[in-house]
């Protein structure tokens, strides 16, 4: 087992805040805090009302998908609730491996803050 007793990385797809239902690759690395990058089907991507030039993949992570994927070269950080449930079926090509590793060693960092799509916690408007 990995970290923890959970495995190191995984795949899942993301919760609608913050990155729209995107196919995501993660690593642990603490008990619950992750790194993550996401996939788009669009080169360039609109993140917070910023276009960011994305890379191509060889193969999309979703092997049911057949469209072309591009990997956003952003590592987001945050805790493994930012995710969705864990996507047994993704994988990162042999061919993508190089390109992955080199996006969560080189690449520019931004911490997720909102991590959930609940509002429990969330203040209640007063009437």
Request: aromatic share 8%; charged share 40%.
């Amino acid at each position: 087992m990995g970290l923890f007793g959970r495995k190191k990385t995984g795949f899942a797809d993301t919760k609608k805040v913050s990155h729209e239902r995107h196919p995501a690759h993660y690593r642990k690395t603490g008990k619950d805090d992750i790194e993550y990058i996401t996939t788009t089907h669009h080169n360039p991507a609109k993140i917070k009302d910023k276009e960011i030039e994305t890379k191509p993949l060889k193969k999309n992570f979703n092997p049911k998908d057949k469209k072309q994927a591009y990997v956003v070269p952003i590592v987001f950080e945050g805790k493994r609730s930012a995710l969705g449930e864990e996507k047994t079926n993704y994988r990162v090509s042999d061919e993508d491996k190089s390109l992955i590793n080199e996006i969560f060693k080189k690449s520019p960092r931004q911490k997720v803050i909102k991590t959930s799509n609940s509002k429990k916690g969330a203040k209640k408007k007063k009437r």
